[in-house]
């Protein structure tokens, strides 16, 4: 008995520590150049990562396997899941980055 109790315990720590870091991954197309945290992104086509802890996220724009451009900004929730990928940008600068399916966004600081 306690070794069952032991491993659903083990089970349950686990669980918790992996939904602690939620990652969300989707694909975006970029119409005209643009900028992320210093990093210039050129249009075209990129796999997005967004690595949720709490209210922090990291974003890492890819060509491929390359990383072209990483920014850590501030996750905020939303009511409802967004329906598609966006970005909104403040002139050539990416403000933030919405995900289809991600129930919020990243906003990155000016």
Partial sequence: MKSISKLLILTLVVFLAVGAFAATKGSLTLQRDLTLNGAKLAAGNYKVVVDTTGATAKVTFQQGKKVVATAD???VE???P????????NGDTVQEVRLANMKGSVVFSE
């Fill in 78 to 80: 939303a009511k409802e």
């Fill in 82 to 89: 967004h329906q598609y990928s966006a970005v909104v940008t």
């Fill in 73 to 75: 900004g501030k996750f």
